[in-house]
């Protein structure tokens, strides 16, 4: 992003076609390859409420006391996933798994159905923007359920957050979705999300404080019809994440999540 932002303040300055055609490759190096060419371009990173911290300035121990058991934090630079992220590129990512078949399911908050489809297939054909009017339960979505058998090649290049809580292992869980997609509002046990292509805005709310939301409307439909309503008492907790960003939630904390370009992710569950 940054190497995109630097093209373009030297266009202006040189103001060439070509120099423009560089930046737009640059851009699209720093996506991995993952950048779609499409309409959708949801610029609205929202604002950030909640704490982000450089890894340097909180150890574990303060993890603990701080944040573990009592809300969301966003850490910088706790890991180094380069050689991750270069395995993530479409190309590389296609050449590996294209002929795998990943498992996909509804993006609804209860995941009702499950389709297997070669990995190939899903980028080709289903990988693109959210539409404003579908429903949650009409839209395949490429999140967790991975066989790890088959992904342990590219997950075993993976270094986790190192924070962890105690009497807990992590599970990755790993996917891609177009501009626009999302998981409407759930919980479950505390973890990690970090996105290694894209970016992903967060919304979150403390247990005891459930949203108002349809189980089979997506996120971008509760952005654009509800959250904008919302009294100020009933706003989320939120923040969009880049990558070298990781998001740890606590156990049973209500989230939904807005993919605001093709992204690449992966959670890592502490249960
Ligand atoms: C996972 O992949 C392996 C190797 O391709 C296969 O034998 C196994 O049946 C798969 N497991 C599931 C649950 O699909
Ligand atoms: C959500 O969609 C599923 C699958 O179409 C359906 O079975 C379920 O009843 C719907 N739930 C609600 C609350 O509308």
Known sequence: MDRKRTGLRSCAQVSTLICLLV???????????????????????????????????????????????????????????????FLCSKSSLLEEYGDRKVRLSTANTYSYRKVDIPFQEYVDVLLRPQSADALGSDTLYFFGDNNFTEWQSLFEHYEPPPYV??????????????????????????????????????????????????????????????????????????????????????DRWWHATLNLDTSVFISTFLG
């Open 165 to 250: 809580l105690p009497h807990t292992s992590g599970a990755y869980s790993f996917g891609i979705a177009g501009p626009g997609t999302g998981v409407p509002f759930h919980w479950h046990g505390p973890g990690y999300s970090e996105v290694i292509y894209g970016r992903k805005r967060w919304f979150l709310y403390p247990p005891d404080k459930e949203p108002h939301f349809h189980p089979n409307r997506t996120t971008l439909s509760w952005v654009t019809d509800t959250y904008p309503y919302l009294p100020e008492d009933e706003a989320p907790l939120e923040c969009t994440i880049r990558p070298g960003e990781v998001l740890y939630f606590p």
């Open 23 to 85: 930046a737009l490759r640059a851009e699209d190096d720093d996506r991995g390859g993952w950048s779609l060419h499409s309409d959708i371009k949801l610029h609205d990173e929202g604002p950030c409420t909640i704490d982000v911290l450089d890894s340097s300035s909180l150890s574990h121990q303060q993890f603990l006391e701080r944040y573990a058991y009592s809300g969301p934090v966003i850490l910088r630079g706790l890991t180094d996933n380069t050689k991750f992220r």
